[in-house]
């Protein structure tokens, strides 16, 4: 073990490529300081001591969905308790509080909703706009994409372009959770394969958009699959450079209806953000997802790897719902604190990871 990890310091700081066999291997090693301290060197040769965080607003507008993905705790059938859809009228009064906090970002992401037509989402996008049109908004899944054209009768690359001429400036990553069709067959058997999220996302990017990618972790997987799902991210960004930030996301196992899960403990959670960082040589930012994994881990993980800290996000739903006790929302200077008592740089950016402030 070593000798590995003599040999992974030298493709750092050669910036050589590193195999899954390796990747595979760190995953296996129970020597988390030592992948912690590659993973540091890594970000430090991208980013120095600086770390990144927006101030954004998240809007959960539905949770009805077609769907019941067993790892989904969100997620409701008309009926249920809890189900809601959110009007017109309370979508904009949401984005006009964000704006009256300075947020620069709008984060939307929804259940797929069995009734509301392609044209709702064009009006909740051109609504938002109407609010402020230098509100960014970041919304829809790739699995959303799919499902709006399926609703449209339209082809993907026609759905972008009606979604980016209502509104839309980028996407985030959700709906990849295990791209590997063996785990996904298991915990989300009707959500679009991940052959087909691949697809759609490579759409997205040559369409001129950029999205974020994720990893859903914790669960039912193994080690070979976190390695499989890196690896097709990797390829495809080798392929179209239109990935911003990597997010491993933490499973919440509460209200979830995945048998035998398995969850995320801290060790486990920082070895993957580590591991990400060094095997996702082209990706420029590696983001720890305070709201799942709680605030404490989240600051450890800037030694490891890490430099964004996503943002003070505001009324989360989808991890709540699964059991995530972290806050709701998180002031700015909240934030600046976590990451200097890091000892690292605070720096406020836009969602395209333009500079806004430096603290």
């Known amino acids: 073990m070593k000798q590995l990890f003599t040999s992974l310091r030298e493709k750092v700081e050669s910036g050589a490529r590193i195999t899954d066999a390796e990747a595979l291997s760190l995953f296996e090693s129970n020597d988390l300081l030592a992948i912690g301290e590659l993973a540091a060197l890594a970000n430090r040769k991208k980013n120095g001591d600086r770390v990144f965080f927006n101030v954004n607003r998240h809007i959960n507008y539905t949770n009805l969905c077609v769907n019941r993905c067993k790892f989904c705790a969100f997620s409701r059938e008309e009926g249920d308790t809890g189900v809601y859809t959110l009007a017109m009228r309370d979508i904009q009064e949401k984005a006009q509080q964000a704006a009256d906090s300075g947020a620069t970002e709008i984060h939307i992401v929804g259940g797929l909703h069995p009734v509301l037509p392609f044209e709702f989402y064009l009006d909740m996008l051109r609504a938002i706009k109407a609010i402020s049109a230098q509100l960014h908004i970041k919304a829809f899944t790739a699995v959303e994409i799919d499902y709006f054209a399926e609703l449209a009768e339209l082809s993907i690359p026609q759905v972008i372009e009606e979604l980016k001429a209502a509104g839309l400036d980028s996407l985030p990553g959700g709906g990849a959770e295990i ?180 603290y």
């Not at 969850?263 to 996702?280: E, F, H, P, Q």
């Not at 590696?286 to 996503?310: P, R």
């Not at 605070?346 to 430096?358: F, H, M, S």
């Open 179 to 358: 791209l590997g069709q063996q785990v996904r067959d298991k915990i989300c058997p009707e959500k679009i394969c991940g052959a087909r999220w691949l697809e759609v996302t490579e759409m997205v990017h040559q369409a001129g958009l950029r999205s974020n990618a994720t990893m859903l972790f914790g669960h039912l997987e193994e080690y070979a699959d976190r390695v499989e799902h890196l690896r097709l991210l990797r390829e495809l960004q080798d392929k179209t450079g239109g990935f911003q930030t990597f997010i491993p996301l933490a499973f919440q196992p509460d209200n979830t209806r995945v048998p035998g899960a398995k969850g995320v403990g801290g060790v486990d959670a920082l070895k993957t953000l580590a591991i990400s960082r060094l095997y996702l040589d082209n990706f420029q930012h590696v983001k720890a997802y305070w709201v799942m994994l709680g605030l404490k881990i989240a600051q450890t993980a800037l030694c490891f790897g890490v430099n964004d800290l996503d943002g003070t996000v505001v009324e989360e739903k989808i991890g709540h719902d699964a059991g995530a006790d972290s806050p709701q929302a998180l002031a700015k200077d909240g934030i600046i604190e976590l990451i200097r008592k890091a000892g690292r740089k605070p720096v406020e950016r836009d969602t395209l990871y333009n500079e806004l402030k430096v």
